[in-house]
Each structure stands twice: as C-alpha cells, then as structure tokens.
C-alpha cells in the first residue's frame, strides 16, 4: 500500500457524531456510513441547504479501550458539505457540528476499497508510536466510481 502525503481542504462542513454497533466490518461501516450520510443530506435539503460535497467520516480507530479497529462500539462523526451561502443567526446549539473551514495535512494517504481499510489501519499501527495512534484522527471520504465504493483516507496526528 502506498502512502502519500496529500492536503484534505473542506468548507461549509456540516455533519453529526453518532455510534457505530459492535462487530461491524469495513465494508459494513462504509456502506451504513454512506447510507445515512445521504439521508442526512436529504434532511438537510428540506431545510434549504444544497450538498454537492463528499461523504466522509472521521474516526480514531485506535482509543485506548477501543482496539479492534470496528470490534467495538465507537463514536465517529459523519459529514457532508454544503454549497449554499449563509449567514450566521447566532450560536449553534444544535446538535449538528459546523465548521466553516477545515484543513487536513497528512502524510498517510491512500485510495483503497473498504476491504482493504483495517491493512491501513495495520500500517498506520506500525508507523506511529503509542501516543500518536491516541492522538490521530482518520478521515474517510467515501465515493462509488462505477459499482464500487471507494475511500480516499487521511490521518493526521492531532
């Protein structure tokens, strides 16, 4: 597997925490993932808010307490984009996560099938020490490129 170092740059990020069941596979999370992230931008359509932006999720697969990568219940946080222009009314105190811009460097990238996510995961295990992986944060952006669902990953170490 190569890695690369790539910048992930978003605006207008909009997204919500949530918990994944225990026992998932890869290619489970990616497609639930990816399912309810369409739902979230279907919701948010109906309150005047345009997606054109990828799905992604961010997850430390390594916690303390959470090994296993997908073995146990863990929080992920899943987003989209939104294309719209706003104007801030007041402070957020919905449970919706905003964040106007955000920017990833990472020296961990790849393309690969939710097949091969825990082999990334592997590596990423291998290349830092213990204080890094509880400290890393990974990006997913999900996409389908003909029948298949693919993922763009990025860590970066927080």
């Given amino acids: 597997m190569?890695?690369?170092?790539?910048?992930?740059?978003?605006s207008?990020?909009?997204?919500?925490?949530t918990t994944i069941p225990e026992k998932?596979?890869?290619?489970?999370?990616?497609?639930e993932v990816f399912k309810s992230s369409q739902n979230f931008i279907f919701q948010m359509l109906e309150q005047g808010f345009y997606s054109?932006?990828?799905?992604?999720?961010?997850?430390?697969?390594?916690?303390?307490?959470?090994?296993?990568?997908?073995?146990?219940?863990?929080?992920?946080t899943i987003f989209t984009t939104f294309g719209n222009d706003f104007q801030k009314l007041g402070e957020n105190k919905s449970s919706i996560i905003?964040?106007?811009?955000?920017?990833v460097k990472s020296d961990d990238y790849t393309?690969?099938?939710p097949a091969e996510l825990d082999q990334y995961y592997r590596e990423l295990s291998s290349k830092y020490n213990e204080?890094?992986?509880?400290?890393?944060?990974v990006y997913h952006v999900l996409f389908y490129q003909d029948d298949d669902l693919l993922i763009d990953v990025y860590s970066e170490v927080m």
Avoid: M, V
């Avoid at 190569?2 to 978003?10: N, V």
């Avoid at 207008?12 to 925490?17: A, P």
């Fill in 2 to 10: 190569e890695l690369k170092t790539k910048y992930l740059a978003l």
């Fill in 12 to 17: 207008n990020q909009i997204g919500y925490e």
């Fill in 24 to 31: 998932w596979t890869s290619e489970q999370l990616c497609q």
């Fill in 52 to 76: 054109d932006g990828p799905t992604y999720f961010a997850i430390n697969p390594f916690k303390a307490g959470e090994r296993g990568f997908f073995s146990k219940k863990k929080r992920i």
């Fill in 98 to 103: 905003f964040t106007e811009h955000k920017l």
């Fill in 111 to 113: 393309r690969l099938s």
């Fill in 131 to 137: 204080e890094q992986l509880e400290n890393i944060l």
